[in-house]
């Protein structure tokens, strides 16, 4: 079975959607998908979050993207979240180290994580990827 390792270090919606077309597309598909929140991409994981737009580079981009979404041209990236989850494929993950940095617990998160784990439990499951990419 293939497998997808997605390191999600932004929490801007350009980089967010990126690592959720990937993500969802290869769950939908029957691979397995991990994703690995860190740094200001843990920042999309608390509950409540709204995207902070985009990064600066792409700037002039951001309405467009937002207006495909706010059209229902492409769903909100929560949305594919949901539907990947519900493949069963799909596994998320908050790093350890970047919660206790910025003070976040299990209570903080959205309901889809899978847990609060460290670099090394991810690498080991990375290590067994057909495909791992860092998103930030």
Sequence with gaps: MSK???IVA???SDKL???MILASTAAVS???AELFFT???LLALRKGYESSGVSFD???YGGKLAEAVSSGAIPDWKK???QAKATGKLKVYACSTTCDLFGINEGNLESFVDGIVGAAYFLGKAK???ITLFIS
């Design 80 to 82: 594919m979240m949901d």
């Design 128 to 130: 067994n990827s057909d």
């Design 4 to 6: 997808i390792s997605i």
């Design 17 to 19: 959607y990126p690592a």
């Design 58 to 60: 792409y700037k002039d």
């Design 30 to 32: 029957g691979w397995e």
């Design 39 to 41: 740094f200001w991409g």
């Design 10 to 12: 932004s929490e801007k």
